[in-house]
């Protein structure tokens, strides 16, 4: 979601972007708040930028995105030398924001949630690039007891049908092949009576679009509907990110997500009777206030019970404002023990990740090829309907084709293969 709002905020101020901070006239830091971690990354980054500013008043240096929402113009109290602070929903009000600091010299904020022109600014897209983020909601209406979405990026705002479409359309027409459709619970969009069922099948009618990606799925939003077009729609991944947080009924009920493990249990059942092979993807909390060791034992469960493809992991960590941050202090699980749960998690769950990439040894898989890997001129990468990423040898002028794969070798992180024909 981040990455989006940079692309959009590049694209808002139509400017060019520079990897030299004394070379920009403009230095934006764009935040996220939904672990302290992150937040105290965004003070130290800005932190750094305090002698640019010194050396050279005419320098402009902002905020955005989450961390600016939370903080408002405390920020312009607490660092003197920063000119604005500008919430994520405000983006399309940037070059109005800079005009004004340039003309006057003075220094603002703009954290308004009632922004109309909310989905005017499409993000910066780079030429010959074959995959794009086309956002489909801002927001989000549910209220998990540990999350700080709701109130940085207010209610959830669905995106018109017509207008999503458009944007789709116009990026093929640009080369691009898979589009990857986001929203904070993406398959609650709704709008004009249409549902996120009836959006992918409408995406799939777009010529030359060879794939649709969509990211974060809600459990408990995961409709029949949803699931009929997963099936009857080859060109809509076989990958769905759907995050659990908790293996434990009661955990998950303090967290007010709205579902218990067995119901979510049951959904990943139908996903994958409808899809086989599917690959699930997820989030887990560990150290949430009062998780007893039976609790995480209930999550290791889930774990071991559903095999997922692949998980990101978190130590819980309390945001201002939330129920879970009110929690009383002896619910707090000490750090070492969340360190300790999280370093059982994670060491699990590579061995599964692994085991799962190793089992598509010798099959032939259908890649989209994205372009030359960083690392080495002669090797292609992509990724599988299943979001698997695959090395393999190729030339450049096979980017943005979808590709028949064999895969070699299977790794934790990744498949090697080479081009089948
Ligand atoms: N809106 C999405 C959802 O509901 O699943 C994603 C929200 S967030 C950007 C991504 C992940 O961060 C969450 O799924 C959750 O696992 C984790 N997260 C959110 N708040 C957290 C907190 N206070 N402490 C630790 N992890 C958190």
Redesign the pocket.
């Known amino acids: 979601?981040n990455e989006y709002d940079s692309d959009r905020i590049r694209n808002a101020l139509e400017a060019q972007t520079t990897d030299n901070p004394e070379k920009a006239d403009i230095i934006i830091v764009n935040t996220?708040a939904?672990?302290d971690k992150a937040d105290q990354k965004a003070f130290s980054s800005l932190g750094k930028y305090k002698h640019l500013k010194r050396d050279n008043p005419d320098l402009i240096v902002g905020i955005s995105g989450c961390v600016a929402q939370l903080y408002g113009d405390k920020l312009l109290h607490k660092m003197p030398h920063l000119d604005f602070v500008l919430g994520p929903r405000a983006i399309p009000r940037l070059p109005d924001l800079i005009k004004k600091i340039e003309n006057g010299k003075h220094r603002a904020v703009e954290t308004s949630y009632d922004v109309q022109e909310l989905f005017d600014i499409e993000p910066y897209h780079a030429e010959g690039k074959v995959t794009a983020f086309v956002s489909v909601q801002q927001g989000?209406n549910?209220r998990?007891s540990?999350?700080?979405?709701p109130r940085v990026r207010g209610d959830e705002v669905n995106r018109p049908l017509g207008d999503i479409l458009r944007e789709a359309k116009s990026l093929v027409d640009k080369g691009v092949r898979e589009v990857t459709f986001i929203g904070?619970?993406v398959n609650s969009w709704k709008e004009n009576g249409y549902k996120f069922g009836d959006l992918l099948r409408a995406a799939a009618d777009v010529d030359n679009l060879e794939r649709i990606r969509f990211t974060?799925s809600?459990p408990r939003d995961i409709t029949a509907k949803m699931i009929e077009a997963v099936k009857d729609v080859p060109k809509i991944s076989r990958h769905i990110h759907l995050?659990v947080?908790s293996g434990s009924n009661a955990v998950l009920g303090k967290m007010k997500r709205t579902y218990t493990r067995e119901w979510y249990s049951d959904i990943v059942k139908r996903l994958r009777d409808a899809a086989p092979g599917m690959a699930i993807s997820t989030?887990?909390?560990v150290g949430y206030p009062g998780e007893t060791e039976r609790d995480f034992m209930d999550t290791m469960s889930l774990l071991e019970e559903i095999e997922f493809e692949s998980a990101?992991?978190?130590?819980?960590?309390?945001?201002p404002g939330?129920p879970?941050a009110a929690r009383p202090s002896d619910e707090t699980v000490e750090d070492s023990e969340a360190s300790r749960r999280l370093s059982l998690l994670q060491a699990f769950q590579r061995d599964v990740t692994t085991k799962k990439n190793r089992a598509r040894v010798g099959y032939i898989e259908e890649v989209l090829a994205e372009g030359i890997s960083k690392n080495d001129p002669e090797i292609l990468t992509g990724r599988t309907s299943h979001n698997r990423i695959t090395h393999f040898k190729g030339s450049a002028a096979l980017s943005g084709k979808m590709l028949k794969v064999r895969i070699t070798e299977g790794l934790f992180n990744s498949l090697r293969g080479e081009l089948s024909v």
């Open positions: 979601m996220c939904i672990r989000c549910k998990c540990y999350c700080i979405v904070q619970t974060t809600y995050p947080q989030d887990i909390i990101f992991s978190f130590k819980f960590s309390p945001r939330t879970a």
